[in-house]
């Protein structure tokens, strides 16, 4: 019996579609005068740009926290953010700079560790940091000690120009009007005016 002859035909292999990248972003301003100048909505517009310009990214979603400090870590955003990441929900993490994610360094290098963890990337933009690079721990904790000492340094201060003008006689009175009162028309914080009255 004769063989029969066999034809090989090559079959162009299907490319694999590539899984789409789930990127989140967090933004955070920590008190009105920020707003002014970075307000949420322009870094919401940013973000939303940044990831759509790269084919590959999906917005998984992005958390945003108004006039809270980076020193606290019970941000109710943040913390969703990370309980979305526990979930599986979210692959890379961008972020402005390491101010915006936290001020704190034990809980900043705890957060990322436990991403880490979680295999999931932070970048800080400013800087240029990722969090899988090798070297960045150190750098982390020298940047995050230093906006940590910043904040801490603002707050002494602005707790001593508060003690100063109470010494001088001077009520302190960090908005126009406040319980009632206002300031008076040369802006002295110890003129009031009953509003209404």
Not at 20 to 46: E, I, N, P
Not at 115 to 134: A, M, S, W
């Amino acid at each position: 019996m004769q063989g029969r002859e066999m034809r090989i035909e090559r079959v162009p292999a299907v490319p694999k579609k590539p899984e789409m990248v789930r990127v989140a972003a967090y933004a955070r301003v920590s008190a009105d005068k920020d707003a002014a100048f970075h307000s949420l909505g322009s870094q919401t517009d940013y973000y939303e740009k940044y990831v759509a310009a790269h084919p590959e990214w999906i917005l998984a979603e992005i958390y945003s926290d108004n006039a809270i400090s980076g020193t606290v870590i019970e941000r109710p955003e943040f913390q969703r953010m990370l309980r979305d990441c526990r979930a599986g929900k979210i692959d890379p993490i961008i972020t402005k700079s390491i101010t915006r994610f936290a001020r704190n360094t034990v809980a900043l290098l705890e957060t990322i560790r436990e991403l880490k963890r979680l295999q999931i990337d932070v970048y800080f933009e400013k800087g240029n940091i990722h969090t899988f690079d090798p070297k960045c721990e150190v750098l982390l904790t020298i940047m995050s000690s230093l906006a940590q000492e910043e904040s801490r340094s603002i707050s002494e201060n602005v707790r001593w120009d508060k003690e100063k003008s109470m010494r001088n006689g001077l009520v302190y009175m960090p908005y126009g009007h406040f319980m009632g009162y206002r300031k008076g028309e040369d802006g002295r914080p110890s003129h009031f005016t009953i509003i209404g009255g």
